[in-house]
């Protein structure tokens, strides 16, 4: 099976060895987006809302080019640096997701690269 590098500039650039994405077959990884605005790298505000909005926007544009959409993710982990922020993630969450939700992890760290409040990365499954 190859593996196909997704990468797209609706997105923010790796910030390290990693790939937005990678397809294997039918099935794309997606890396942990952060809060990110693509066009400045910079993030986008300190507001937990906002930064978990950016992340799914992030998100939907890494799974735009990969020829699929937010409703094709089978897979969440949520990475949360204050899980006292789990009701704010999860109201913003219902905005990009309608049912089925995918399965989800919700996790609190310690830290967070650019010390932002939120880290999301998924799997996709698309269409043979």
């Known amino acids: 099976m190859s593996k196909e590098v997704i990468f797209t500039?609706?997105?923010?650039?790796?910030?390290?060895?990693?790939?937005?994405?990678?397809?294997?077959?039918?099935?794309?990884?997606?890396?942990?987006?952060?809060?990110?605005?693509?066009a400045t790298m910079e993030v986008v505000s300190d507001d937990v809302k906002e930064q978990t909005a950016q992340v799914f926007q992030?998100?939907?544009?890494?799974?735009?080019?990969?020829?699929?959409?937010l409703k094709d993710i089978v897979k969440l982990n949520i990475y949360m640096?204050?899980?006292?922020?789990?009701?704010?993630?999860n109201e913003i969450m219902v905005e990009f997701f309608e049912m089925p939700y995918p399965a989800r992890a919700?996790?609190?760290?310690?830290?967070?690269?650019?010390n932002v409040e939120v880290e999301i990365?998924?799997?996709m499954v698309l269409e043979d």
């Open 106 to 114: 919700a996790l609190g760290v310690r830290a967070l690269p650019k």
């Open 58 to 69: 992030n998100l939907q544009a890494v799974c735009e080019a990969a020829g699929g959409s």
């Open 9 to 38: 500039e609706n997105a923010p650039q790796a910030i390290g060895p990693y790939s937005q994405a990678v397809r294997a077959g039918n099935t794309v990884y997606l890396s942990g987006q952060i809060p990110l605005v693509p």
């Open 121 to 123: 990365e998924g799997v």
């Open 81 to 89: 640096t204050d899980l006292g922020n789990f009701t704010a993630v």
